[in-house]
């Protein structure tokens, strides 16, 4: 089943994607996925238990995955049972978990049947087994409504306000202007993460990336090269609402800790930064786009 296949998402559309914390419901989702994936063999392949009549693989080492699991991510939190659910677990542990998960599990595979010791020969497909876990995990963090997915590469990223994703989808700059083009590629990338701090980052390459798209055209010269990047818009109304936004998102950037840090400055606060991104990168694709700096996608 993809997420899509419900019910209430094809008579509503799907959930609303909003939660920056995981709901209650989520967090125990990920960790009874892990918990099945554990007991089912399916992290045999990493800790494998070998059949005592010959070297196969006939189930899962338990001891040593939870071990490693309390090594790798020292801040989880040992329940009475290995298999049981803390609550207190942060959604970061959880997160983490399941990112361990990601790049460990295999779908595993009953081959011969060993008779005497009453077990089947496990055997392992890895990338089905690594694509159907990573639709489950996603399914949960889609029903939970959360801002975040798993992706092909086992990575949690933050995929931000729909406004963020449609943004982050458009932006794949094409200046000729490599200084340009890196620190877009670099705002994107960063925006992804789920670390505060890196999505910070992102807003002041994004603020960099639109400083630069300003002296592109005649080096030297901001507010000459802004004119010319705004003759490309052909609708002499909308130049005039393009020149007021980037003057409005200059200021923001002046005003607030974006790309300087004096202590007149303000913060931006955590629940802001979507909406920066988005309205900044919005103006950003535009421009491109405008001036024939966006790639064709299509291609």
Known sequence: MT?????????????????????KAT????????????????????FPEHCVDGNTISGTDLDALWSNVRA?????????SPFGFQETQSDGVLLDLTEYAATRVARPIPGRWHEYMKHFELDFAEAPGRKEFRDEVNQILQRGGTMYELDAGGRIVRIGSPEVQQVIGQMAPASGDSTLDGLLVQAKGLYLSRK????????EKLWDGFERLKTVDVSG?????????????TSAEFREVTSAEMIALTAVGNQFMIRHHETDK????????????????????F???????LADLNR
Request: proline share 7%; glycine share 4%.
């Open 3 to 23: 997420p899509s296949d419900f019910y209430t998402d094809r008579m509503n559309g799907p959930v609303p994607r909003t939660h920056d914390t995981l709901p």
């Open 27 to 46: 967090a125990e989702g990920l960790y009874s996925l892990f918990r099945s994936k554990a007991r089912a063999h399916w992290l045999a392949q990493h």
């Open 72 to 80: 790798v991510i020292p801040e989880f939190k040992v329940a009475s």
């Open 196 to 203: 505060e701090d890196d999505r910070a980052l992102a807003l």
């Open 221 to 233: 010269n901001k507010k000459q090269s802004s004119n010319v990047l705004l003759d490309n818009i």
């Open 266 to 285: 303000h913060p931006v606060p955590e629940e802001a930064q979507d909406y920066l991104f988005a309205r900044m990168g919005s103006l950003i694709v």
């Open 287 to 293: 421009l491109l786009k405008a001036s024939n700096r």
